[in-house]
């Protein structure tokens, strides 16, 4: 049986702009070899709402729901992320059609789990090693307020990696709960997460280092 992968992360306001630029395919050029440019057009989205950015639906969706008196921090987490997928022998063994379904009902458990409302964006990427999709939430509470924290205990996250995988199982997928160092092979495989986290760092980095070599002219 094969292992569903299921990897949470938080991004705070600094990082969402670059993360987008890699789920949308919005660089230019891409320094993840992994990529194949040819396969792009292949990729899809299962939440598709008209937005400008993501940034420009997270704060849409604070207006909307955000009871707080104060002023959000800046260091504040505005979007948790996460990335469902499997081994590649998994996805060898499924139509194009069960492929499409596996995604589909990861993407409605973590719907209903943190509340449609909630979900920025749900893109699937088939230009990479391995099929896998990006899910990206904005971490509003039921008590109107931007609390990652809350939402994203270790009790919960552990729920999730316990209760998708039976989720799945019951609607006639062979997979079950990642562990051990296999999970962390595959999340290698698919993401290359510390790569492209460093990656995006440096864009970031030369982004400020142009501004300021504008700003000493």
């Given at each position: 049986?094969?292992?569903?992968?299921?990897?949470?992360?938080?991004?705070k306001?600094?990082d969402?702009?670059?993360?987008?630029k890699?789920?949308?395919?919005?660089n230019?050029?891409y320094?993840?070899?992994d990529?194949?440019?040819?396969k792009?057009?292949?990729?899809?989205?299962?939440?598709?709402?008209?937005?400008?950015s993501y940034?420009?639906r997270?704060n849409e969706?604070?207006?909307?729901e955000?009871?707080?008196?104060r002023?959000?921090?800046?260091?504040?987490?505005?979007?948790v992320?996460?990335?469902?997928?499997?081994?590649?022998?998994?996805f060898?063994?499924?139509?194009?059609?069960?492929?499409?379904?596996?995604?589909?009902?990861?993407y409605?458990?973590?719907?209903d789990y943190?509340?449609?409302k909630?979900?920025?964006?749900a893109?699937?990427?088939?230009?990479?090693?391995?099929?896998?999709?990006?899910?990206?939430?904005?971490?509003?509470?039921?008590?109107?307020?931007?609390?990652?924290?809350?939402?994203?205990?270790?009790?919960?996250?552990?729920?999730?990696?316990?209760?998708?995988p039976?989720?799945?199982?019951?609607r006639?997928?062979?997979?079950?709960?990642?562990?051990?160092?296999?999970?962390?092979?595959n999340?290698?495989?698919?993401y290359?997460?510390?790569a492209?986290?460093?990656e995006?760092?440096?864009?970031?980095?030369?982004d400020?280092?142009?501004?300021?070599?504008?700003?000493?002219?």
């Amino acid at each position: 049986m094969s292992y569903m992968v299921c990897h949470g992360m938080k991004s705070k306001a600094g990082d969402i702009k670059n993360i987008e630029k890699h789920i949308e395919r919005k660089n230019k050029d891409y320094k993840n070899k992994d990529i194949d440019k040819s396969k792009t057009h292949l990729n899809y989205d299962l939440h598709y709402e008209r937005y400008q950015s993501y940034k420009y639906r997270i704060n849409e969706r604070i207006k909307e729901e955000y009871t707080g008196t104060r002023a959000i921090r800046k260091d504040a987490i505005f979007m948790v992320n996460f990335v469902i997928s499997s081994d590649q022998e998994f996805f060898k063994n499924l139509s194009e059609e069960r492929q499409r379904e596996y995604f589909k009902i990861s993407y409605d458990y973590l719907k209903d789990y943190f509340g449609e409302k909630n979900v920025v964006s749900a893109k699937v990427h088939l230009d990479e090693t391995a099929p896998h999709m990006h899910l990206q939430l904005v971490p509003v509470s039921s008590e109107g307020k931007l609390q990652a924290h809350k939402l994203m205990t270790k009790d919960r996250i552990n729920k999730i990696h316990s209760d998708a995988p039976k989720w799945l199982q019951e609607r006639g997928f062979e997979v079950e709960r990642g562990k051990g160092k296999t999970g962390k092979k595959n999340i290698k495989d698919i993401y290359k997460y510390k790569a492209k986290k460093l990656e995006e760092s440096v864009l970031e980095l030369e982004d400020k280092i142009v501004k300021l070599n504008k700003e000493l002219e």
